[in-house]
């Protein structure tokens, strides 16, 4: 165990059990780790503040990566290691789309996730900060999360969204609504569960 320098461990149904909470053994496991001098780095497709708290809960290292890797941040230090930053026209071109075709649009920055105030009552996805405009914002935004009951709705939305070149589309099967209702959009096959999530490309992906 000695070659080893750090340990990147993903979170739901890694680190966590299948009810979100962390096992005393795991904790222990992780205190013996750090003991050794090994980094313990949580890694998540979910925002950076979900990746924060479960860090403190388990008592892995202050650095997370969150946003499918769009964010490493340091909670300590409060510093930003890496951000690969959606840039403003194009957020702005997402939220016009969402907000014509009606569908909830979930914006996260490093400590905030801000959602258009019409869906102020949703319950699906928590937020905790609510704008009209895109203008508002005085963060960066490293990750876009797309939500809707109506799934037609969201096959649409992706059509609309999908000739926007530096973004990348991907799907997270996070278990949001226990009574199935939530329709959301992910490439077939269809899981009723998934959400779309909208992040900048990388530039080495990029034509």
Same mark, same amino acid.
């Given at each position: 165990?000695?070659?080893?320098?750090?340990? !990147?461990?993903?979170?739901?149904?890694?680190?966590?059990?299948?009810?979100?909470?962390i096992?005393?053994?795991?904790?222990?496991?992780i205190?013996?780790?750090?003991?050794?001098?090994?980094?313990?780095i949580?890694?998540?497709?979910?925002?950076?503040?979900? &990746?924060?708290?479960? $860090?403190?809960? $388990?008592?892995?290292?202050s650095?997370?990566? &969150?946003?499918?890797?769009?964010?490493?941040?340091?909670?300590?230090?409060?510093?930003?290691?890496?951000?690969?930053?959606?840039?403003?026209?194009?957020? $702005?071109?997402?939220?016009e789309?969402?907000?014509?075709?009606?569908v909830d649009?979930?914006?996260?920055?490093?400590?905030?996730?801000?959602?258009n105030?019409?869906?102020a009552?949703?319950?699906?996805?928590?937020?905790?900060?609510?704008?009209?405009?895109?203008?508002?914002?005085?963060?960066?935004? $490293?990750?876009?999360?797309?939500?809707?009951?109506?799934?037609?709705?969201?096959?649409?939305?992706?059509? &609309?969204?999908?000739?926007?070149?530096?973004?990348?589309?991907?799907?997270?099967?996070?278990?949001?609504?226990?009574?199935?209702?939530?329709y959301?959009?992910?490439?077939?096959p269809?899981n009723?569960?998934?959400? !779309?999530?909208?992040?900048?490309?990388?530039?080495?992906?990029?034509?």
């Amino acid at each position: 165990m000695n070659n080893i320098k750090c340990i !990147l461990l993903d979170i739901d149904y890694t680190l966590t059990k299948n009810d979100g909470t962390i096992s005393n053994y795991t904790k222990e496991v992780i205190k013996r780790v750090k003991e050794n001098g090994i980094f313990v780095i949580l890694v998540t497709g979910r925002p950076n503040i979900y &990746a924060i708290q479960k $860090s403190k809960e $388990s008592n892995a290292n202050s650095i997370v990566i &969150a946003d499918n890797g769009a964010l490493i941040y340091n909670y300590e230090s409060e510093e930003i290691l890496y951000k690969n930053e959606i840039p403003k026209d194009i957020l $702005s071109e997402i939220w016009e789309i969402s907000l014509k075709d009606n569908v909830d649009c979930v914006l996260n920055a490093v400590n905030t996730r801000y959602r258009n105030i019409r869906f102020a009552d949703s319950k699906y996805i928590k937020t905790n900060s609510f704008i009209n405009e895109i203008n508002e914002l005085q963060e960066c935004i $490293s990750q876009i999360v797309i939500s809707s009951r109506d799934y037609s709705q969201m096959l649409d939305f992706k059509k &609309a969204i999908e000739n926007i070149k530096e973004i990348e589309i991907t799907n997270t099967n996070i278990y949001i609504n226990k009574e199935k209702e939530y329709y959301v959009l992910c490439d077939k096959p269809f899981n009723e569960n998934d959400v !779309l999530v909208v992040k900048k490309m990388k530039k080495n992906h990029e034509n």
